[in-house]
């Protein structure tokens, strides 16, 4: 349940026109009182004699009663409490319920005060009422209102308990503002997947993701195909900017422009010019990633992604061991990363990872101040990943998006784990949220490497050989290991770090020793890429197969149930 105290208004008469109206779009259905101070307020919505101006002539009456220069000019009151979507419809009776609990959490009508504000609640949709308020008590006071929003909220979730509907987690005021009423019916009658508030939020983030100047940035806006206005000042310095959808338009023809704040706080000029900051020196504290891997010889897409595996991969140990704004800079710097990475994805994958960045968004923002400059790996990762241009989502490319997607996954669940210790619920659950999204894309991506690593360890006399090295380097978790569907592939790997040179034992002990495995139920899987990416190997196995070296469908199938997650 989601209550939202609007701006304070000064005209009575004109919020009671719009909650019994036909609605912006002609949304609103059957507008009716469901409660109000008194139970004989007239309701124009269900009695044909009562009019709107004898409802505002009732609940402005304390007003007037004040001499004229104690009238307060605003003071109009507007709470509108909306259910989830998955939530039952509620009858007249609960809502009217509800509505007498909220005002009296926010200080409008306590129960029991025959002095209290005069009020009402108009119902004109299945899933939400409206409150409409006048902030002069009967003996002339005004009420209390202070914390009125988190008093809203903190009722919502007792009365989610009490009604048994979904819990909802208690806002920070970090989040970006909600789509409309208005805006969701129109994005409805157009057939918009999202709507344009949202679709633009997403174009604009992958805009910013490791954009390093203003030329950059609203140059993305301009291929992305929006409509941007850049806000000057009287000096000619850029002030802000607004954006648009070409085929977004009001009842005039004219495009509806959204300024970069109104889509989340962190999309302001001011604060997308915050990212540009130079690269921060490490402090004596700061905990640096002993690994300096030596590139592989690939361009374009693969390269960018293995880049960006091994930012990721220091980005993690920076959130799980840095201070708190060296963490929040890595986690923000994250959702950049998702966003470039869903943009540069192929067909395949695109979806999952959209929504693994779509969802991570509210994990990117607390009130925990990022400290620009320690995420410039990060963002820089992010700019490459955009420039490298899209994947194939096959070949060498195909297979370190896999290895990319499996490392995200940590770092989201790492960003996860923090906010969780800092009691950031929207945040961590959200990031929960994207780490599923992102398990689903690994499926989708690890699926072809993965099935030729398999058939290549099906070999028992490999098996064989490589079980001795795992049992001699990772005695506590080796049998575990030996009996997971994936171990095949990791026998490949172990088999290909060997013939590259390296120590099969010393790399596992490597692998394992900065992050633990809890978090995965496929623990061959994520060692795989791990020791591909410390041995320098190619992540696409096929390329040290001959060509006639085909996966076969059951190769395929044990693959696919390998990379399973959860």
């Not at 009716?32 to 004898?54: E, F, Q």
């Not at 009001?250 to 999309?267: I, Q, R, T």
């Not at 790492?414 to 009691?423: G, I, T, Y």
């Not at 040290?544 to 399973?564: D, E, F, I, V, Y």
Request: glycine letters at 6%.
């Amino acid at each position: 349940m989601i209550p939202r105290v609007h701006k304070m208004g000064t005209r009575t008469i004109g919020l009671i026109r719009y909650l019994y109206g036909p609605g912006t779009h002609e949304e609103h259905t059957d507008p009716h009182l469901v409660a109000a101070w008194d139970s004989l307020v007239p309701d124009p919505g269900r009695n044909p004699k009562a009019t709107y101006a004898d409802l505002q002539r009732l609940l402005d009456q304390p007003v007037e009663a004040l001499p004229k220069s104690r009238r307060p000019t605003e003071h109009v009151w507007h709470l509108s409490v909306r259910a989830a979507p998955e939530d039952p419809v509620l009858s007249d009776e609960q809502w009217g319920d509800i509505a007498r609990r909220m005002v009296a959490a926010t200080g409008i009508a306590h129960e029991g005060d025959t002095a209290a504000c005069r009020w009402a609640a108009v119902r004109h949709a299945d899933d939400h009422i409206h409150i409409i308020a006048t902030t002069v008590r009967e003996d002339g006071r005004r009420p209390r209102r202070h914390n009125e929003a988190k008093r809203s909220q903190a009722e919502a979730r007792l009365i989610e308990t009490d009604y048994g509907l979904r819990r909802l987690n208690t806002g920070d005021g970090t989040a970006a503002q909600r789509p409309t009423s208005a805006e969701r019916h129109k994005a409805g009658r157009f057939q918009r997947e999202r709507t344009p508030r949202e679709e633009l939020r997403e174009s604009v983030r992958r805009a910013a993701a490791g954009a390093q100047s203003e030329e950059e940035f609203f140059g993305r806006l301009a291929h992305a195909g929006l409509l941007v206005k850049r806000r000057l000042a009287p000096s000619g310095d850029l002030l802000g900017y607004t954006v648009a959808l070409p085929d977004d338009r009001n009842k005039n023809g004219e495009p509806v422009f959204y300024s970069g704040s109104k889509l989340a706080p962190d999309l302001s000029l001011p604060r997308i010019r915050e990212r540009w900051t130079q690269p921060a020196e490490p402090s004596s504290d700061e905990v640096v990633s002993p690994e300096q891997p030596v590139l592989p010889p690939v361009t374009g897409p693969a390269y960018a992604r293995r880049r960006a595996t091994t930012a990721t991969w220091q980005a993690l140990l920076l959130i799980e061991h840095g201070d708190d704004g060296m963490a929040a800079a890595q986690i923000a710097a994250t959702g950049e990363v998702l966003d470039a990475l869903a943009k540069t994805s192929a067909a395949h994958t695109r979806k999952e990872l959209r929504d693994a960045a779509f969802a991570f968004e509210r994990a990117s923002r607390s009130h925990v101040r990022a400290v620009r400059g320690h995420d410039h790996a990060l963002r820089q990762a992010a700019h490459d990943l955009v420039h490298s241009g899209p994947a194939l989502g096959r070949g060498e490319d195909g297979a370190t998006t896999a290895m990319l997607i499996d490392t995200a996954f940590f770092l989201v669940t790492a960003a996860a784990n923090w906010h969780a210790k800092k009691h950031h619920a929207q945040q961590a659950e959200a990031a929960h949220q994207a780490a599923e999204h992102l398990c689903a894309a690994y499926e989708i991506a690890a699926a072809q490497p993965m099935s030729v690593l398999h058939q290549r360890g099906r070999s028992l006399p490999l098996q064989r050989r490589q079980a001795a090295v795992l049992r001699q380097a990772l005695p506590e978790i080796a049998e575990h290991i030996l009996a997971e569907p994936g171990w095949p592939a990791l026998a490949a790997t172990l088999a290909d770090t060997q013939a590259a040179g390296h120590n099969p034992a010393h790399l596992l002990a490597e692998a394992t020793r900065h992050r633990e495995l809890d978090s995965t139920t496929s623990v061959s899987d994520v060692l795989v890429w791990r020791l591909r990416r410390l041995a320098h190997l190619p992540a696409e196995p096929a390329a040290s197969l001959p060509r006639h070296a085909a996966p076969t469908q059951p190769a395929l199938k044990a693959a696919n149930n390998a990379s399973r997650r959860r």
